[in-house]
C-alpha cells in the first residue's frame, strides 16, 4: 500500500497509509532506522461492547493535508457504531515529537462511554530482538527502547491520561500481543516485558448526545531516558496545540516561496507544485542525505526497500529546490556527496544510507574475467551538474570553494580520464535503472554536462590547465555521442553499445525514454533534427495506448508489469521528461499547451493527499510501486518551473 501521508522534521520520519495507520517511523535519520518496518501503530475504538480498527474496513476514511503544511487534516466514520473522527497528524517542526490529535463525535441521540486505542508494534532498529516495552508510573506512559532508540508513547483527554495500559509478547510462544487483548476494550496492566515486544494504551471518554470530545496523543523519540521525559514534559508544559499550531505555521511560511511562483497556473497544477516541495522536504535528511523513498511495502516483492540515497535523485531534487530558492537544504547535500566520495577512486557508489555508509547493491564486482568496482556514472556527474546550477543560482563561492578539492576537482578528473580510447566515451558503467553495464546515451549526456561544469568552475578559480582539460573531453564526449549513439536508420539514441572481445561495439537500439538525456544535459537543443526524429520514434513506442496514457521507461519494461501487450507501465519522471521537451521546442504561449496538457497528467496521477507515485498502473491509473517517489515530485517541481521560465521568456 502507498503512503498518501508522510510527515517529517529532517530527524523523524513518519509514513502513513489509508487506514491512519502509522507504518513506517524512522529515527534518527530519515530513511534509517525505520523502527516499524511496515508493521503498525494502529488506532482503534470501543464503543457499547464493541470494538473496530481503523484498518477493519468499516471506517470511511477521507485523508488529506490541511493547505500547504505537514498537519494532516482526516476523517473517519463508522455508521454502525454513530462515531465520526477527526485526525490531525503532524510531527513537530523543531522537535522529535509525533503529534495525533483526534475529535470523536457521538452520532448517536443517547450519552455513551468511548474508549480509543493506541497499539504499538515497535521493531526497534528494524528487528524485533532484545526491545523493552514498560510502563512508567511517573510519565503516565508506556516507553518502548533498546540500546540508543527510545520511544515514549502517551496522551491525555480532558478526563485523565492514560485508563488502561498492557506490555506483551507478540509473535513469540503463540502470543500475538496486546493489540489482541485491545479488541474486548479492556487491557491486562501487565507493565513490563522483554523481548519480542509491543504494547498498548487506551482513553475513556463521556460523550453526550450530539457532543465530541478531544483526545491528544503524542510519541517523543530519543536517544536515551532523560531525552524522551524531557520531551515528554516539552508536551505538557509548552502546550500541545501550541505545537501542532507552530509546526502548521512553519510549514506554511517555508513553502510560501513556492506559493508566489505558481499564482498563474491551473490551482490543482498550484497545489501539486506546493505539495511537491514539502514532500520532498520529508524525505531530506538534516544532514544531507535526500531519500529516494521510505514506503517499505515493497519489501513485500523483495527483501529491499528504497529508504537510500541515489546522488542522481538527490542531484535533482537539489537541482529542483535550487530552482525556488532553498539553498540550506541543497548545500548539505553537496556537502554529503563531498563526504562520501571515495579518495582512492573519486566516483560516487551505487546508493548510500542516510549516515553516510554504502548501501546495498546487486551490481557485482566480478564479470566473468572482469573485476571492477561497480558504479552508476551518471550519479557522480549530476551532482555536478547541479552545483553549477546552485553556483549560478546563488553565487556563493566560498562554498563552491569548499567543495572545490574535496568534490570538484577529484571527480571532474574521474570523468575526463576515465574514457573509451576508440570512441572517448566515457567507459562502461550501469545505467540509471540499474540494470544494465555499458556506454549509455543517458550518462553520456550527463558526463558531457558534468565536465563542462568542471571547466566552468576551473575558471572561477583561475585553473586554466583543468579547464582546458575538462572542457575537450566534454567535447568529445559529445561528438562521441552524435557519431556513435545515434541510429541514422531508427532516428533516434541507441540506448547503449558494449564493447566486444573483438574490438567492434555492439549496439541496443531498444527504445528508452532516457535518451531524452541529450536535451536536458546540453547534447542537443530541442529543435534540432536529431531531437524531433528522437522524440517521434519515442511518442510511437512507449506512449501507453490506454485511458491512462503516459510514457513508459523503455520497450518490454519488466517491472512490475502488468500487460504483455504495452510498453510498459506509465512512468511520472519520463512522461515529465516529455513535457520538458515540449517546454524547449516552444516559441510561443500557444506552442507550451502540450507541455501543460503532459503536466495536468501527472497532476492527475497524484494520490488525493498530493503523493506521486514512482508509476501506475496502465488500466486504471492506481499507483504502483513506492509513493511517495522523491524523484517524481522533484521532476514535476523541475518541469513546472521550465514551462514558467519559458513563459516569462516568451512575455518579455
Known amino acids: 500500500m502507498p503512503r498518501p501521508v508522510v510527515l517529517g522534521n529532517g530527524e523523524i520520519l513518519v509514513c502513513e ?38 484498518d477493519s474496513g468499516e471506517w470511511v476514511i477521507s485523508i488529506d493535508y490541511q493547505a500547504d503544511t505537514l498537519v494532516t487534516e482526516c476523517t473517519a466514520v463508522h455508521p454502525g457504531m454513530n462515531l465520526s473522527l477527526g485526525v490531525n497528524d503532524c510531527v513537530s517542526h523543531r522537535e522529535n515529537i509525533f503529534l495525533r490529535r483526534v475529535l470523536i463525535r457521538n452520532l448517536s441521540e443517547f450519552p455513551r462511554e468511548v474508549r480509543v486505542f493506541f497499539s504499538h508494534n515497535f521493531h526497534i532498529a528494524e528487528t524485533d530482538i532484545g526491545d523493552t516495552a514498560f510502563y512508567n508510573p511517573f510519565l503516565q506512559a508506556v516507553i518502548h527502547y533498546k540500546r540508543d532508540s527510545w520511544f515514549l508513547a502517551t496522551g491525555t483527554s480532558r478526563y485523565n491520561g492514560i ?9 513469540f510462544g503463540g502470543a500475538e500481543g496486546t493489540w489482541r487483548d485491545c479488541e474486548d476494550g479492556e487491557l491486562s496492566g501487565r507493565p513490563i516485558e522483554q523481548g519480542s515486544v509491543d504494547s498498548s494504551i487506551s482513553f475513556r471518554l463521556l460523550l453526550p448526545p450530539g457532543e465530541e470530545e478531544e483526545l491528544r496523543y503524542w510519541i517523543a523519540a530519543g536517544h536515551d531516558y532523560q531525552q524522551v521525559r524531557a520531551l515528554h514534559n516539552c508536551v505538557v508544559e509548552r502546550g500541545f496545540d501550541e505545537l501542532l499550531r507552530d509546526t502548521a505555521n512553519y510549514w506554511s511560511r517555508w513553502s510560501e516561496k513556492g506559493a508566489e511562483l505558481v499564482q498563474t497556473l491551473p490551482e490543482p497544477v498550484a497545489r501539486l507544485f506546493r505539495r511537491s516541495l514539502l514532500v520532498m522536504r520529508t524525505q531530506i535528511d538534516n544532514r544531507g542525505a535526500v531519500i529516494a523513498a521510505n514506503d517499505t511495502d515493497i519489501m513485500s516483492t523483495a527483501r529491499a526497500h528504497y529508504s537510500y540515497m541515489w546522488p542522481r535523485d538527490g542531484a535533482i531534487v537539489a537541482y529542483a529546490l535550487d530552482t525556488i530558492g532553498y539553498p540550506d537544504t541543497t548545500r548539505r547535500f553537496f556537502e554529503f556527496c563531498a563526504r562520501v566520495l571515495p579518495k ?67 571527480a571532474a578528473h574521474f570523468m575526463a580520464t576515465y574514457r573509451d580510447p576508440q570512441t572517448r566515451l566515457p567507459l562502461p558503467s550501469y545505467d540509471l535503472w540499474e540494470e544494465r553495464r555499458g556506454i549509455h546515451t543517458y550518462t553520456s549526456a550527463s558526463v558531457y554536462a558534468a565536465l563542462r561544469a568542471a571547466a566552468r568552475f576551473a575558471h572561477l578559480f583561475g585553473d586554466e590547465e583543468e579547464r582546458l582539460l575538462f572542457r575537450t573531453a566534454a567535447e568529445e564526449i559529445r561528438a562521441g555521442i552524435l557519431r556513435e549513439l545515434y541510429d541514422e536508420t531508427s532516428g533516434c539514441f541507441f540506448r547503449m553499445i558494449a564493447s566486444q572481445p573483438d574490438g567492434s561495439y555492439s549496439r541496443d537500439a531498444t527504445v528508452d525514454s532516457s535518451v531524452l538525456g541529450v536535451l536536458r544535459y546540453g547534447v542537443l537543443d530541442a529543435d534540432a533534427p536529431q531531437m524531433q526524429c528522437c522524440v517521434q520514434r519515442l511518442r510511437e513506442r512507449l506512449w501507453v495506448n490506454t485511458s491512462i496514457g503516459g510514457m513508459a521507461r523503455y ?43 503532459l503536466i495536468e497528467w501527472a ?17 486504471t491509473g492506481e499507483a504502483l510501486s513506492v509513493a511517495p517517489l522523491t524523484w517524481s515530485h522533484a521532476e514535476y517541481v523541475y518541469v513546472v518551473m521550465s514551462y514558467l521560465n519559458r513563459l516569462r521568456e516568451m512575455m518579455e
Not at 503523493?611 to 501506475?616: F, N, R, S
Request: charged share 20%.
Open 17 to 54: 497509509d489509508g487506514a491512519l495507520n502509522i507504518r513506517d517511523f524512522y529515527f534518527p535519520y530519515v530513511g534509517l532506522y525505520n523502527h516499524l518496518s511496515g508493521h503498525k501503530i494502529r488506532m482503534g475504538v470501543w464503543c457499547d461492547g464493541r470494538f473496530s480498527w481503523l
Open 603 to 619: 497532476t492527475q496521477r497524484a494520490m488525493p493527499t498530493g503523493v506521486l507515485p514512482e508509476q501506475v498502473d496502465p488500466f
Open 344 to 410: 582512492d577512486r573519486p566516483a560516487l557508489m551505487h546508493k548510500y544510507s542516510a549516515d553516510g555508509s554504502v548501501g546495498s547493491s546487486w551490481h557485482p564486482w566480478v564479470i566473468g574475467e572482469h573485476h571492477e568496482i561497480p558504479f552508476q556514472e551518471d550519479s557522480t556527474a549530476s551532482v555536478l551538474w547541479a552545483l553549477w546550477h546552485h553556483y549560478r543560482r546563488y553565487h556563493d563561492l566560498e562554498f563552491i570553494a569548499s567543495l572545490y578539492e574535496s568534490l570538484i576537482l577529484p
Open 555 to 597: 520497450e518490454n519494461d519488466y517491472y512490475h508489469r502488468k500487460s504483455h501487450e504495452l510498453p510498459g507501465n506509465p512512468w511520472i519522471i519520463c512522461t515529465l521528461w516529455l513535457a520538458e521537451y515540449e517546454v524547449a521546442r516552444a516559441n510561443s504561449p500557444a506552442e507550451l499547451r502540450p507541455a501543460l496538457e
Open 163 to 171: 485508563y488502561q495500559y498492557a506490555c506483551g509478547v507478540k509473535g
